[in-house]
Protein backbone atom coordinates (compact mmCIF):
# COMPACT_ATOMS: atom_id res chain seq x y z
CA UNK A 1 0.00 0.00 0.00
CA UNK A 2 1.25 3.34 -0.64
CA UNK A 3 1.73 6.17 1.65
CA UNK A 4 1.01 9.73 0.86
CA UNK A 5 3.11 12.43 1.56
CA UNK A 6 2.07 15.78 2.89
CA UNK A 7 2.44 17.31 -0.70
CA UNK A 8 0.49 14.97 -2.17
CA UNK A 9 -2.83 14.13 0.17
CA UNK A 10 -6.31 14.15 -0.89
CA UNK A 11 -8.90 16.95 0.10
CA UNK A 12 -10.26 14.10 2.56
CA UNK A 13 -6.88 13.25 3.64
CA UNK A 14 -5.50 16.45 4.65
CA UNK A 15 -9.10 16.87 6.21
CA UNK A 16 -8.67 13.68 8.16
CA UNK A 17 -4.97 14.37 9.00
CA UNK A 18 -6.10 17.35 10.44
CA UNK A 19 -8.91 16.01 12.80
CA UNK A 20 -6.12 13.49 13.56
CA UNK A 21 -4.12 16.35 15.26
CA UNK A 22 -6.81 18.15 17.17
CA UNK A 23 -7.85 14.82 18.50
CA UNK A 24 -4.19 13.45 19.81
CA UNK A 25 -3.68 17.07 20.92
CA UNK A 26 -6.90 17.19 22.86
CA UNK A 27 -6.68 13.11 24.27
CA UNK A 28 -3.44 11.65 23.27
CA UNK A 29 -2.92 9.09 20.93
CA UNK A 30 -1.68 5.77 22.46
CA UNK A 31 -5.04 4.23 23.66
CA UNK A 32 -6.57 4.19 20.51
CA UNK A 33 -6.91 1.68 18.03
CA UNK A 34 -6.82 1.84 14.28
CA UNK A 35 -10.45 1.22 14.60
CA UNK A 36 -11.16 3.65 17.36
CA UNK A 37 -9.85 6.60 15.18
CA UNK A 38 -11.98 5.32 12.05
CA UNK A 39 -15.26 5.02 13.92
CA UNK A 40 -14.45 8.80 15.63
CA UNK A 41 -13.20 9.98 11.86
CA UNK A 42 -16.19 8.57 10.19
CA UNK A 43 -14.31 6.89 7.54
CA UNK A 44 -12.74 3.58 7.30
CA UNK A 45 -9.72 1.89 8.79
CA UNK A 46 -8.35 1.48 4.57
CA UNK A 47 -8.82 5.14 4.34
CA UNK A 48 -6.27 5.52 7.69
CA UNK A 49 -3.93 2.66 6.27
CA UNK A 50 -3.76 4.98 3.13
CA UNK A 51 -2.20 8.24 5.18
CA UNK A 52 0.13 5.13 7.26
CA UNK A 53 0.41 1.54 7.43
CA UNK A 54 0.62 1.40 10.65
CA UNK A 55 -0.98 3.23 13.81
CA UNK A 56 2.22 3.77 15.18
CA UNK A 57 3.25 4.83 11.94
CA UNK A 58 -0.21 7.25 11.53
CA UNK A 59 0.57 8.47 15.21
CA UNK A 60 4.14 9.62 14.02
CA UNK A 61 3.04 11.28 10.94
CA UNK A 62 0.25 13.02 12.78
CA UNK A 63 2.72 14.64 14.94
CA UNK A 64 5.34 15.36 11.94
CA UNK A 65 2.17 16.89 10.78
CA UNK A 66 1.40 19.02 13.91
CA UNK A 67 5.25 20.59 13.77
CA UNK A 68 5.19 21.01 10.49
CA UNK A 69 2.49 23.86 11.05
CA UNK A 70 3.48 24.58 14.09
CA UNK A 71 6.99 25.77 11.97
CA UNK A 72 5.15 27.51 9.74
CA UNK A 73 3.20 29.20 11.92
CA UNK A 74 5.58 30.54 14.34
CA UNK A 75 8.15 31.69 11.61
CA UNK A 76 5.26 33.71 10.19
CA UNK A 77 4.45 35.48 13.40
CA UNK A 78 7.76 36.30 13.75
CA UNK A 79 9.03 37.42 10.57
CA UNK A 80 6.89 41.15 10.48
CA UNK A 81 9.39 41.49 13.65
CA UNK A 82 12.37 44.13 13.22
CA UNK A 83 13.21 45.18 16.96
CA UNK A 84 15.06 42.18 18.40
CA UNK A 85 13.57 41.90 21.52
CA UNK A 86 9.97 42.35 19.97
CA UNK A 87 11.58 39.26 17.40
CA UNK A 88 12.30 36.87 20.49
CA UNK A 89 9.28 37.76 22.09
CA UNK A 90 7.01 36.94 19.55
CA UNK A 91 8.79 33.67 18.65
CA UNK A 92 8.58 32.32 22.03
CA UNK A 93 5.14 33.80 22.21
CA UNK A 94 4.18 31.68 18.98
CA UNK A 95 5.49 28.86 20.33
CA UNK A 96 3.36 28.92 23.56
CA UNK A 97 0.06 29.36 21.21
CA UNK A 98 1.36 26.85 18.56
CA UNK A 99 1.94 24.79 21.19
CA UNK A 100 -1.26 25.46 23.86
CA UNK A 101 -3.68 22.93 22.16
CA UNK A 102 -1.52 19.92 22.90
CA UNK A 103 -2.82 19.00 26.54
CA UNK A 104 -1.18 17.03 28.87
CA UNK A 105 -2.12 13.73 27.50
CA UNK A 106 -0.96 13.89 24.09
CA UNK A 107 2.56 15.22 26.18
CA UNK A 108 2.32 11.98 28.00
CA UNK A 109 1.96 10.04 25.24
CA UNK A 110 4.72 11.96 23.17
CA UNK A 111 7.16 11.38 25.54
CA UNK A 112 6.43 7.93 25.90
CA UNK A 113 6.41 7.39 21.99
CA UNK A 114 10.21 7.33 21.12
CA UNK A 115 9.43 8.62 17.25
CA UNK A 116 7.26 10.94 18.67
CA UNK A 117 9.71 12.18 21.32
CA UNK A 118 12.32 12.10 19.10
CA UNK A 119 10.23 14.52 16.53
CA UNK A 120 9.35 17.00 19.49
CA UNK A 121 13.42 16.99 20.68
CA UNK A 122 14.72 17.69 17.11
CA UNK A 123 11.59 20.84 16.48
CA UNK A 124 13.22 21.80 20.15
CA UNK A 125 16.57 21.92 19.38
CA UNK A 126 15.88 23.60 15.90
CA UNK A 127 13.57 26.11 17.72
CA UNK A 128 16.76 27.06 20.31
CA UNK A 129 18.79 27.42 17.08
CA UNK A 130 16.35 29.87 15.74
CA UNK A 131 16.39 31.63 19.18
CA UNK A 132 19.93 31.53 18.98
CA UNK A 133 20.09 32.60 15.62
CA UNK A 134 17.76 35.98 17.09
CA UNK A 135 19.81 36.63 19.91
CA UNK A 136 23.20 36.03 18.10
CA UNK A 137 21.19 39.72 15.90
CA UNK A 138 20.13 41.34 18.58
CA UNK A 139 24.03 41.15 20.09
CA UNK A 140 24.87 42.12 16.67
CA UNK A 141 22.94 45.19 16.50
CA UNK A 142 23.75 46.40 19.60
CA UNK A 143 20.20 45.92 21.14
CA UNK A 144 21.37 42.93 23.16
CA UNK A 145 23.95 42.53 25.92
CA UNK A 146 27.35 41.07 25.01
CA UNK A 147 26.06 37.31 25.56
CA UNK A 148 27.00 33.58 24.45
CA UNK A 149 24.19 32.79 22.46
CA UNK A 150 24.94 29.34 22.10
CA UNK A 151 24.89 29.25 25.80
CA UNK A 152 21.45 31.39 26.08
CA UNK A 153 19.78 28.85 23.34
CA UNK A 154 21.14 25.84 25.66
CA UNK A 155 19.56 27.36 28.36
CA UNK A 156 16.37 27.89 26.54
CA UNK A 157 16.19 24.43 24.44
CA UNK A 158 16.63 22.98 28.32
CA UNK A 159 13.45 24.81 29.59
CA UNK A 160 11.36 24.10 26.27
CA UNK A 161 12.44 20.18 26.96
CA UNK A 162 11.38 20.70 30.44
CA UNK A 163 7.79 21.99 29.52
CA UNK A 164 7.17 19.63 26.41
CA UNK A 165 7.79 16.42 29.40
CA UNK A 166 5.24 18.82 32.03
CA UNK A 167 7.98 19.06 34.17
CA UNK A 168 7.88 22.84 34.57
CA UNK A 169 3.72 21.99 35.04
CA UNK A 170 4.59 19.96 37.80
CA UNK A 171 7.22 21.98 39.37
CA UNK A 172 5.54 25.16 38.97
CA UNK A 173 1.60 24.47 38.12
CA UNK A 174 2.09 27.02 34.78
CA UNK A 175 0.19 25.42 31.72
CA UNK A 176 2.69 25.19 28.81
CA UNK A 177 1.91 28.87 26.98
CA UNK A 178 2.33 30.38 30.32
CA UNK A 179 5.62 28.86 30.98
CA UNK A 180 6.67 30.02 27.34
CA UNK A 181 6.12 34.05 27.90
CA UNK A 182 7.68 33.90 31.32
CA UNK A 183 10.35 32.36 29.47
CA UNK A 184 10.49 35.04 26.83
CA UNK A 185 10.08 37.93 29.73
CA UNK A 186 12.86 36.04 31.91
CA UNK A 187 15.10 36.08 28.93
CA UNK A 188 14.96 39.58 27.55
CA UNK A 189 15.63 40.98 31.29
CA UNK A 190 18.44 38.58 30.94
CA UNK A 191 20.18 40.19 27.76
CA UNK A 192 18.61 43.34 27.16
CA UNK A 193 21.26 46.36 26.57
Given at each position: MTVADDGALTRRQAELLDQLEELFLA??????????????LHCSKSTLYALAGSKEQL?????????RKATTAVEAQTVTESDPARRVTAYLSAVARALAPAGAAFHRDLDAFGPGRETYERNTALAADRVRELIADGVAQG???????????????????????????????????????????????????
Amino acid sequence: MTVADDGALTRRQAELLDQLEELFLAEGFVGFTLEDLAVRLHCSKSTLYALAGSKEQLAHRVIRHFFRKATTAVEAQTVTESDPARRVTAYLSAVARALAPAGAAFHRDLDAFGPGRETYERNTALAADRVRELIADGVAQGRFREVHPALVADTVTTLMLRIGRGETARATGLDDATAYRELAALLLHGITV
